[in-house]
C-alpha cells in the first residue's frame, strides 16, 4: 500500500493509516511519501510505520520541478494537480522493487474492512481495480483515489504514459489533474476501460455516498452484515474542514485513536 502526503496533512495521515492498522495491515505492507519540507511533520507517522516506509518526495523519487514544499493545495490548484502526478511515481518506484501489487490509497480514505484478500482475488483477472466515481452507472469513471495496480509489463507502459501525459498537459498551462489525465486516456483507448474493474460502490463507496454515512450509527442503520463497506473515501467535497467534517459525521474520524491489530 502506498500513499502520497503535502504539507498539512498529519491528521489525515494518522486517520488513514491508523485505520489501515486497525484492519490488520502490517506496518511493513505501508508506504507514505511525504513533501520533504514536512519531515517534522510526518515523524508521528513513526507510531505506526517503519522508518525506512516514510520517505521524502523529492529525495526518493526525484520528480521534476514542482513546489510542494510549503502548504497543503486545494482541489483545482496548479500545485494540487501537479502533486497528483506523484501518485504513479510512487507506484513505479514500489513495483521497480519488485512488489506485486500496489494499492494506492488518498488520505481522505478509512478502511473500515481490510479489502486486500479481495482485491488479491480481482487480480487474478484484471490488472487495474478501482473506485467507480460516476454518479451514471453507465458512465464508469475512475477514481485516481483508490486503485489496486498489478506490476506486469502493461501496467508499467501504462504508468509511464500517463505520467508522460500529465507533464505534458500541464506544461501546455492545462488545468488537469491525474484522474482527468486516465479517464481521458480512457475515452481513447476503449479495450483498456473494458480491462478495469469497477468496484462494487456498496463495498468502496465514495463521498456521493455520504448519506449512508451521515450519523455514527450509519453502521447500525445500514447494518455490516448488509453493506459490508470496506472503505470510505471522503471526497467530493472541497477542503480539509469538509473532508474532516464528512468524516466526523460518520464515526470515522480518530486520528492517532485507532484500536491497532498487530
Not at 514536512?38 to 518526495?57: F, G, K, T, W
Not at 478502511?111 to 464508469?140: C, F, G, M, T
Not at 502493461?154 to 501546455?172: F, K
Request: glycine share 4%; net charge neutral.
Amino acid at each position: 500500500m502506498v500513499t502520497i502526503a503535502s504539507a498539512g496533512l498529519e491528521d489525515f495521515a494518522l486517520n488513514t493509516i491508523g485505520s489501515m492498522m486497525s484492519c490488520g495491515v502490517r506496518p511493513d505492507q505501508v508506504f507514505l511519501f511525504y513533501s520533504d519540507a514536512a519531515a517534522d511533520e510526518y515523524a508521528s507517522v513513526a507510531r505506526y510505520l517503519p522508518q525506512d516506509n516514510i520517505l521524502p518526495i523529492q529525495a526518493t523519487l526525484n520528480p521534476r520541478s514542482i513546489d510542494i514544499e510549503k502548504t497543503y493545495a486545494d482541489y483545482g490548484t496548479d500545485t494540487f494537480n501537479a502533486f497528483t502526478r506523484l501518485k504513479l511515481l510512487a507506484v513505479r518506484w514500489l513495483m521497480a522493487k519488485g512488489v506485486a501489487q500496489v494499492v494506492y490509497t488518498d488520505l481522505d480514505i478509512v478502511w473500515i474492512r481490510n479489502p486486500l484478500n479481495y482485491l488479491k482475488k480481482v487480480a487474478k483477472r484484471y490488472d487495474v481495480a478501482a473506485q467507480n466515481e460516476s454518479d451514471q452507472l453507465s458512465l464508469a469513471n475512475v477514481c485516481a483515489g483508490f486503485m489496486s495496480l498489478k506490476n506486469t509489463a502493461a501496467i508499467d507502459r501504462l504508468s509511464a504514459t500517463l505520467i508522460g501525459l500529465h507533464e505534458a498537459a500541464l506544461a501546455a498551462g492545462r488545468n488537469v489533474h491525474d484522474q482527468q489525465i486516465l479517464n481521458e486516456y480512457l475515452q481513447d483507448h476503449r479495450k483498456l476501460h473494458q480491462a478495469i474493474c469497477f468496484l462494487p460502490a456498496a463495498q468502496f463507496p465514495n463521498g456521493l455516498f455520504s448519506p449512508m454515512f451521515a450519523t455514527p450509527d450509519c453502521l447500525q442503520v445500514f447494518p455490516l452484515s448488509l453493506l459490508r463497506p470496506m472503505i470510505f473515501h471522503a471526497n467530493w467535497c472541497m477542503g480539509l474542514t469538509a473532508k474532516k467534517a464528512m468524516l466526523e459525521r460518520a464515526g470515522l474520524w480518530r486520528p492517532g485513536d485507532w484500536p491497532i491489530h498487530r
